[in-house]
């Protein structure tokens, strides 16, 4: 049964293994400020931060922790819900289902990220399912469509950006310039930072053509002057 007690904030510890989102370390700040938002109003939060008992690990309430530390310093306290875990990875699955229900959803890419570690860990696919809200052919269809094999052998989740680049490999592994593409690429699609960047040196005024700035336009002639003598873009 779970158990409640006030604690120190700082007592609390943030192991990054538990979060299930892929940017291991980074907080939304966003979502941080809202939290400190309704803290500074005198209100308190709606949903209660979720602790393994036994090592007072985060499982549900990184962003509130955070929030509480920024409004009430070092000295901050909140009760929390203790809770007994078998495993790590009833924790992972717990916290993912907590982050898959709140305000912040987990992303297409956390979900891939997520999904990716636990099988390293010999998760089997409907306990991973499940921690996710998904049947498990869709968990499946969305990590093969949204996750590439480095060179050293590593899934890794990409970004809806990347997603051309995954059909296309076919399963091959992505060489070291596909995959720091799929480790950088956001959301958007490439031809759009196309199209802004057409927009931007139409626009006057509107990029200062430094030394970096024309390097980079360089490489950038460079690549289209070789792509546009391909025979692979027809005329």
């Known amino acids: ?12 510890i943030q192991d990054w293994k538990i979060w299930p989102r892929h940017e291991a370390g980074k907080l939304d700040s966003t979502n941080v400020k809202k939290l400190k938002e309704i803290l500074l109003s005198g209100r ?4 209660p931060i979720v602790i393994d008992a036994k090592s ?31 495993d790590e990875v009833a924790m992972r699955i ?13 992303t297409p890419k956390d979900k891939v990220h ?3 570690g636990m099988r390293r860990d010999h998760v089997p696919w409907p306990l991973i399912a499940d921690a996710l809200d998904m049947d498990v052919e ?8 949204r996750s590439v094999t480095t060179q050293d052998g590593v899934k890794i989740a990409v970004s809806a950006a990347a997603t051309t680049m995954v059909e296309n490999l076919g399963g091959k592994k992505a060489d070291r310039e596909q995959e720091h593409f799929a480790r950088t690429a ?12 057409i927009n931007a040196l139409k626009a006057q005024g509107a990029v200062v053509f430094d030394e970096k700035t024309i390097a980079m336009l360089r490489e950038l002639e460079s690549l289209l002057f070789d792509i546009l003598k391909s025979e692979k873009v027809s005329a």
Request: charge should be negative; glycine fraction near 6%.
């Open 138 to 145: 869709r968990v499946r269809k969305l990590v093969d469509g």
């Open 94 to 106: 717990d916290a993912a289902h907590y982050a898959n229900s709140g305000s912040l959803q987990l």
């Open 1 to 12: 049964m779970d158990k409640t007690k006030k604690v120190k904030v700082l007592e609390l």
């Open 186 to 197: 956001n959301g958007s699609p490439p031809m759009m930072h196309a199209r802004m960047l």
């Open 56 to 86: 007072l690990r985060i499982i549900d309430g990184f962003h509130r922790c955070r929030a509480l530390l920024d409004v009430f310093g070092d000295e901050a306290e909140i009760e929390v819900v203790l809770r007994e875990y078998e």
């Open 44 to 47: 308190e939060f709606n949903t």
């Open 114 to 116: 997520f999904a990716l």
